[in-house]
C-alpha cells in the first residue's frame, strides 16, 4: 500500500557504495514521497539510528549499494493493512531488512520495517538506548536460541530448569552482539564463559561466570580450564561475535579440548570447510522471516528488562553532528578504531519537529 505525504525534516541520506565508501546525497523532492508500504510493514519516522560493522562491509563485499543502516528508533507514522500491534504516533525502534532497498536503510529521515522486529519503546527508555538494540540483540538471539537450540528465557524470569547444566562460550564479549548474547545466556540461566579483551570488567559486570583475555598466549588453555573447573556443566557451544583474526580456530580448538561441538559465526571463514562438523555461519535474516514471530516475543522482553534495569544497552557513543557524522563513524568502524561501545546519531530535526509523547 501507499501512505500519505508527509513533511520530511531532511531530504539527506547516507548512501555507501563498493568504491567509495559512505557519503551523504540529497535526495530532493523524493525525501517527500512516502514509500510503498507492505502489508506486515510499518513506516517509521526516525529520531535516532545507530551503525554496525556490516554497514560497510555489505558494500564494500559487493552485497549492495545504497542507503544503510537497519538500527532505527522514532515513532510510526503510517502502518500497513494487516498491522495491529501500532498506531501513529506511537514511541517504536526496530531492525529493517538487511541489502534489500533504499526505504529500508536508516540513514535517512524516514525507514520501512517489518512490523515482526519493530517494538515499543517504554517510558523511560531513550531513543538512543533502543536503537542501540534491534540488530545485534536479534543476531544474538537467533544465535542462541535457533541455530544452537538453547533454552530461552522464561515471561516471568525465572531460571529454566537443568540450564545451569548447560554452557555456552561467547567470543567476543566486549563487542555489542557479545555483550547481548552473555546477558541473554544468563537470562536463560546458562553458565557463561565471556572471551574479551580491554573490556573485560564491563562484561564481568554482564553476570559471565568467568571472563578469558583472548589476547593471552594460552587463552585456548585458560578457557578450557575454566570450563573444567564449573562441574556438571556441559560446554557443547562458542558464540563467535568476533569470526575474524583467528577466533574461529580458537573456537574450534576449544570445543576440540572439550570433546567436541558446534562453533557458530557471523562472517565467513575457511574453518566452514576444514571444520564442516563443527563450524556453522548464521544469518539475522530469519529474524523477520521464519522466526519473525519469535522476535515479536524477544523484543517485548528486552523492552521490559531495559526498563526494569535488568538488561544494559552496550555503552554508546552518540556522534556529535546528526547524519553528517554518519560516514565518519562507519569508517571508524571499517577502521577497527570502534571498541567498547555503539556509535548513535540523532536525527536532531527531525526528533525536534516531534511532539513529546503524553
Known amino acids: 500500500m501507499s501512505v500519505a505525504n508527509a513533511a520530511v525534516a531532511t531530504t539527506k541520506a547516507v548512501f555507501c557504495t563498493q568504491k567509495g565508501g559512505p557519503e551523504i546525497r540529497d535526495l530532493g523532492q523524493a525525501a517527500a514521497q512516502a514509500p510503498d508500504l507492505g ?3 510499518v513506516l517509521i519516522r526516525n529520531v535516532a539510528v545507530a551503525s554496525n560493522p556490516k554497514d560497510w562491509k555489505v558494500a564494500r563485499w559487493g552485497m549492495f ?8 528508533a522514532g515513532t510510526i507514522e503510517a502502518v ?3 498491522v495491529t500491534r501500532f498506531s501513529e504516533g506511537d514511541r ?8 534489500t532497498h533504499d526505504k529500508y536503510g536508516a540513514y535517512q529521515a524516514r525507514s520501512v520495517a517489518p512490523a515482526c522486529t519493530t517494538w515499543h519503546i517504554h517510558a523511560n527508555t531513550t531513543y538512543e538506548q533502543a536503537a542501540a538494540l534491534n540488530l545485534a540483540f536479534l543476531t544474538a538471539a537467533v544465535g542462541l536460541y535457533v541455530t544452537l ?3 530461552e528465557p522464561q515471561d516471568n524470569s525465572q531460571p529454566i530448569s537443568g540450564a545451569e547444566k548447560q554452557g555456552v562460550i561467547v567470543w567476543g ?3 555489542t552482539l557479545g555483550d547481548y548474547a552473555v546477558q541473554l545466556a544468563k537470562k536463560s540461566g546458562l553458565r557463561v564463559i565471556a572471551v574479551a579483551g580491554n573490556s573485560a570488567s564491563y562484561v564481568q559486570s554482564l553476570g559471565a561466570d568467568a571472563v578469558v583475555d583472548y589476547r593471552s598466549k594460552d587463552a585456548v588453555d585458560q578457557i578450557v580450564k575454566a570450563a573444567r573447573s564449573l562441574d556438571g556443566v556441559s560446554w557443547k557451544c562458542v558464540l563467535d561475535a568476533v569470526s575474524e583474526n583467528g577466533s574461529v580456530e580458537s573456537s574450534v580448538e576449544v570445543m576440540d579440548q572439550l570433546g567436541g561441538g558446534r562453533v557458530i559465526t557471523t562472517l565467513a571463514s575457511h574453518m566452514e570447510e576444514k571444520r564442516k562438523d563443527t563450524v556453522e555461519r548464521y544469518s539475522v535474516g530469519s529474524a ?3 522466526n519473525g514471530h519469535k522476535s515479536e516475543r524477544w523484543n517485548q522482553l528486552v523492552a521490559e528488562w531495559v526498563e526494569r534495569g535488568t ?3 552496550h555503552p554508546i557513543k552518540v556522534m556529535p553532528n546528526g547524519l553528517a557524522s554518519v560516514p565518519e563513524g562507519i569508517k571508524l568502524l571499517e577502521e577497527g578504531k570502534v571498541s567498547g561501545h555503539k556509535l548513535v546519531c540523532e536525527l536532531v530535526s527531525t526528533r525536534m519537529s516531534i511532539a513529546s509523547p503524553s
Request: zero cysteines; a negative charge.
Open 39 to 41: 502489508e506486515d510493514e
Open 65 to 72: 549499494e545504497g542507503i544503510e543502516g537497519n538500527d532505527v
Open 80 to 82: 500497513g493493512s494487516k
Open 92 to 99: 517504536v525502534a526496530a531492525f529493517t531488512r538487511v541489502a
Open 149 to 151: 537450540g538453547l533454552p
Open 173 to 175: 564479549a566486549g563487542s
Open 288 to 290: 523477520y522471516g521464519a
Open 311 to 313: 538488561f544494559k544497552v
